[in-house]
């Protein structure tokens, strides 16, 4: 089964409303990363957030990590219809580096 | 700084034959991680090389295999095609030696290859 599970599998928002989407996985982990992909081409890294770390921002991006309920949340503040795109969560597991353990994604749809 | 490169883009083949994808990293990088993206099982991991050595392997057939040169650019091939193997298949670099950790990936615009 997959290790991270996104949460909503689809997300449609109006430009300028944030959105938010949300990560939860099984085993303990080093780090855990969100990648972005426009429609079948390959992942743009986002941001890698560590286990002894509970928030990064990167511009418009926050991202928040729970190691006790093991999740984490990515939210996009004022969204762009550039940013449409499907997001995934990847973990990176202790004692496996090298091999991220991707969620099946968020498809986001941002409308102009 | 030039991306991550794959060739070819697009690849059609026949069930039965093999076919082997390229992948050069990013200068600098030394890892090289190979993901297979399908819509019903989504991305999965099929090996990581590090120094041309292999130091992670997924969860897929030994018709999958790989190698890395010493100018770490990687090569996967499989072999005896099935319909099932159509896939996007992606590589990634980055620089590896993260203490245990998998840091950054950059991945490449992969190949899309279809088995017919």
């Known amino acids: 089964s997959q290790q991270g599970e996104e949460d909503p599998q689809a997300l449609s928002i109006q430009e300028g409303e944030n959105a938010t989407m949300n990560c939860s996985y099984k085993?303990?982990?080093?780090?855990l990363q969100w990648y972005r992909q426009n429609s079948g081409r390959g992942l743009v890294h986002l941001i890698l957030?560590?286990?002894?770390?509970r928030e990064k921002h990167s511009g418009r991006l926050r991202v928040t990590l729970d190691t006790s309920k093991k999740s984490s949340s990515l939210l996009i503040t004022a969204s762009r219809a550039a940013d449409t795109a499907s997001y995934f969560c990847?973990?990176?597991?202790?004692?496996?580096?090298?091999?991220?353990?991707f969620g099946k994604g968020t498809k986001l749809s941002v409308k102009p | 700084k030039a991306g991550v490169t794959q060739t070819p883009r697009y690849l059609i083949k026949t069930r039965g034959q093999q076919v082997t994808l390229s992948c050069s990293p990013i200068?600098?990088?030394?890892?090289v991680s190979w993901y297979q993206q399908t819509p019903g099982q989504g991305l999965q991991f099929l090996f990581e090389?590090?120094?041309?050595?292999?130091?992670n392997k997924g969860n897929f057939p030994g018709r999958f295999s790989g190698r890395q040169f010493s100018n770490s650019r990687s090569e996967m091939n499989v072999s005896t095609l099935e319909l099932g193997d159509s896939a996007l298949y992606l590589c990634?670099?980055?620089f590896g030696s993260g203490g245990g950790e998998t840091d950054t990936q950059y991945f490449g615009p992969g190949t899309r290859l279809t088995v017919l």
């Open positions: 990634a670099s980055s």
């Open positions: 200068s600098g990088h030394r890892s």
């Open positions: 957030i560590r286990s002894n770390e």
């Open positions: 085993t303990s982990i080093n780090n």
């Open positions: 090389y590090f120094s041309e050595t292999q130091r």
């Open positions: 990847a973990t990176d597991i202790r004692g496996s580096q090298g091999n991220l353990i």
